[in-house]
């Protein structure tokens, strides 16, 4: 339950599939990452011509990766309706001419988009390399990304049996007691995915320990400290570049402009929107910086590393 004030919000099923679909078309970049450009349905085909038509396509410029997105509601059986169509999809997504028109299609987007054409530039990709560095995207294997109202352990069991990536985030949706009018949906934190299954188990476990890394993690390794600046640079396209200043408190959180943010991400939106940005997410982990230069994904990454190593180790 969600309590607002004396309003109570109670968790309820989707009345449909659609309307699943409707909230993650709506709420991409908050499941697929601020980089994320989400393209909607499109019939594609295999080699041999059967069609079949996902419920989207994220290309992740940040992470170079790509998912076919497929969302589902968990009362469908994973086995006579989910895992022929998803094995399907993969297929069909595989088929150079499927990759080939997903480029096109991002082309003629982005030409007119300056949001777009932003993540681009946040990626230091230049016009003349668009098309480049989609192909370098596309050469990859697509992941498969369920968004899904609960994650059963027939679902678990099957994507784990998959040779491709596999990442369900749990969307739910909450109705106000008394007033079915006032509809809710909770979307996880960070980009976190609930569920990654991989079959190659080194990278997994990397994947699955960066979205599960703090700033606390980070303050007890000593990678950071208590109090210690953070700095911001941001420039709206139409506007003057802006410095903004990030502080880490005890409990984790950055202070900017005298409020607290649980997450970097939370942090790094409030700073950006308040020089002018209409954008609606950012990766924090990227967009704040030590004063040596490094960001805060680098300090992840540095303490990710450790902990690879030290796994190494008492494997021997």
């Not at 997903?102 to 054409?117: A, C, F, G, K, Y």
């Not at 502080?247 to 984790?252: A, K, P, R, Y």
């Amino acid at each position: 339950m969600l309590i607002i004030d004396d309003r109570k919000f109670v968790l309820t099923k989707f009345d449909t599939e659609d309307e699943l679909e409707r909230v993650v078309v709506a709420n991409a970049e908050y499941i697929f990452g601020p980089s994320s450009i989400y393209l909607p349905k499109s019939l594609i085909r295999t080699a041999d011509g059967a069609g079949t038509i996902p419920d989207g396509y994220a290309i992740d410029l940040d992470g170079m990766r790509w998912y076919i997105v497929e969302a589902e509601v968990s009362q469908h059986s994973v086995w006579s309706h989910i895992a022929p169509q998803v094995a399907k999809q993969i297929i069909a997504a595989n088929n150079p001419v499927t990759k080939q028109k997903l480029i096109e299609t991002v082309i003629d987007r982005v030409r007119d988009d300056e949001s777009l054409q932003e993540k681009f530039a946040e990626q230091n990709i230049e016009p003349i390399d668009y098309r480049q560095a989609l192909a370098h995207i596309f050469a990859t294997d697509p992941i498969i990304g369920m968004p899904i109202d609960a994650v059963k352990n027939d679902l678990r069991e099957w994507a784990a049996t998959l040779k491709v990536d596999v990442r369900l985030w749990i969307v739910q949706k909450y109705v106000e007691f008394n007033n079915p009018q006032s509809i809710a949906y909770e979307i996880p934190e960070e980009f976190r995915p609930v569920f990654n299954a991989s079959p190659d188990e080194s990278k997994t476990t990397v994947q699955v320990a960066r979205y599960d890394v703090s700033l606390t993690d980070l303050i007890e390794a000593e990678l950071i400290s208590v109090g210690q600046r953070l700095e911001m640079r941001y420039k709206p396209r139409n506007g003057d570049q802006k410095i903004y200043e990030a502080f880490v408190q005890d409990d984790g959180s950055l202070q900017v402009l005298g409020r607290s943010f649980s997450a970097p991400s939370y942090a790094a939106l409030f700073g950006i929107q308040d020089a002018g940005s209409a954008r609606s997410t950012v990766n924090g982990w990227t967009a704040w910086r030590l004063d040596d230069g490094s960001t805060l994904a680098d300090i992840r990454d540095r303490l990710l590393s450790n902990r690879i190593g030290q796994f190494d180790i008492n494997d021997r």
